[in-house]
């Protein structure tokens, strides 16, 4: 059972467009509580429950509960409360992977070749349909990419080379330069483990890739990078301790770098200082000293990818899309010994714990159908405005904001109010405007907006929670 439903929700996070929007990080949030809830409880009627190694649960527990600091203090929480539930299900893929026995984890493995075949079936069928650079179910080629390097060692140890040859046919179609040195690197890291054609072949990609890297150096897409990763750097030194909060970095963005359309991006295309920026340098570096501690000891096989998926995300941002993270996650927990260890427990504490665990999954689970819920009826809102709906389109975004306040809602109320009342309205409008300001202080059109209405205050500070 436990080994089905890990392998279930990190497959499902790939072919969910990697599980990008908001709809597929709650479906798989909801199921892996229901499944977790149900494993637990049925571990402890059986009276003994697998026991994670302390060292690693202490690791996960502690990320997690930084980033849920970060979270909850962060100046845009409407945006880091559902990034660090999304990230969540990858820190819980650590303790759970590392109490599968060795069937366990080739069944887990078992449905990431089958996810790593429907993508790679999926590439071929848009390559034949006229494109050129397929991303199969995801968004972008290089969130494929990132994919693509965690599921080809899952395919070479099954010796699914038929897999394999899909999924290298794939990267070359997605033409990720920084795919590539990833690769490349790998084999150059682990060569005796791959053998010297592996390794000259690693070798002679990564200077390949190194040139096509020193030509793109005055290419706007290098120049954007670097704009990006100064931006990172501006916000890990404002909030050195728990950062912006995770998902934070393109919200914050305008403010940390110049204000230009091109600029715009949802990602820093550097994971470290990505992490560091949304979550503080405390979380970023007990998070790679804790992959360094995993994969270290491990063996090449299991090593590989993510290493080349951690040289790729010097310069890219898969990482940063929720499936593939939780396909890292996955990948590196599988390098971790099995536990091996479990723990009994008393007859007169299960149904208590049993009791605790349903009521915790169901808190969490509310949580997560709110916050989803919030998020249709904004939507709906949305669309209740484009078709002129007005009335139904403020009962949408008031219920929404009821659930879960959202800037966006906020601020389309306040839209609304002029757009129906004029100056009448004017007065409630800012209200919803200094909400909208208050959750969201990046957006600068939000106080140009309440200064054209005449009832310009000083925005508040920024809310913490």
């Not at 080629?141 to 990132?146: I, L, P, S, T, V």
């Not at 090449?300 to 080349?308: D, E, K, L, Q």
Request: proline share 6%; glycine share 8%; hydrophobic share 55%.
């Amino acid at each position: 059972m436990l080994a089905g439903f890990v392998g279930t929700v990190v497959a499902s996070g790939l072919l969910l467009r990697g599980a990008w929007d908001l709809w597929a990080q709650s479906v798989v949030l909801l199921g892996l509580l229901a499944a977790s809830s149900a494993w637990l409880c049925a571990r402890l009627a059986a009276g003994w429950l697998p026991r994670p190694g302390s060292k690693l649960l202490a690791w996960a527990a502690a990320l997690a509960v930084l980033s849920a600091l970060s979270a909850w203090m962060s100046p845009v929480p409407a945006y880091s409360r559902p990034a660090w539930a999304a990230a969540c299900v990858g820190l819980a893929l650590f303790p759970f992977i590392s109490v599968l026995d060795f069937e366990g984890r080739a069944r887990v493995e078992r449905f990431l070749r089958a996810a790593g075949w429907a993508l790679v079936l999926l590439a071929v069928y848009q390559r034949l349909g006229g494109e050129t650079r397929p991303a199969a179910a995801f968004l972008n080629q290089n969130a494929f990419a990132g994919a693509i390097l965690l599921l080809l060692p899952i395919a070479a140890r099954a010796e699914d080379w038929a897999l394999a040859g899909g999924l290298l046919l794939c990267l070359w179609w997605a033409r990720s330069v920084g795919a590539w040195l990833g690769l490349a690197v790998a084999l150059i890291a682990h060569r005796r483990a791959v053998g010297t054609a592996a390794f000259w072949l690693g070798s002679a990609t990564g200077f390949v890739g190194l040139v096509a890297m020193y030509a793109k150096l005055q290419s706007a897409e290098t120049l954007h990078r670097v704009e990006w990763w100064k931006a990172a750097w501006r916000m890990a030194a404002q909030a050195p301790w728990l950062g912006l909060g995770p998902g934070a970095y393109a919200y914050a963005l305008p403010s940390h770098a110049p204000v230009k359309p091109e600029l715009s991006s949802l990602f820093a295309h550097q994971h470290l200082l990505e992490t560091a920026a949304e979550r503080g340098w405390p979380y970023a570096l007990l998070w790679i000293a804790g992959l360094v501690f995993l994969l270290k000891p491990a063996s090449p096989s299991r090593r590989f990818g993510p290493a080349a998926a951690l040289v790729h995300g010097l310069v890219d941002y898969a990482l940063s899309v929720p499936g593939v993270f939780w396909l890292f996650c996955a990948s590196t927990a599988l390098a971790v010994p099995e536990s091996g260890r479990s723990v009994n427990v008393p007859l007169r504490w299960r149904p208590v714990l049993c009791a605790v665990i349903l009521a915790a999954a169901g808190a969490c689970g509310a949580s997560v159908w709110r916050s989803w819920s919030a998020d249709r009826l904004r939507a709906q809102g949305i669309v209740a405005v484009r078709e002129g709906r007005l009335d139904d389109a403020t009962a949408k975004l008031a219920a929404s904001e009821a659930l879960f306040p959202h800037p966006e809602a906020a601020r389309l109320r306040a839209e609304l109010l002029l757009s129906t009342r004029g100056a009448e309205g004017a007065a409630e409008a800012a209200e919803h405007l200094k909400r909208a300001i208050a959750l969201d202080p990046y957006r600068a059109s939000n106080r140009v907006l309440l200064d054209a209405i005449g009832l310009a205050v000083a925005p508040p500070a920024p809310e913490t929670r």
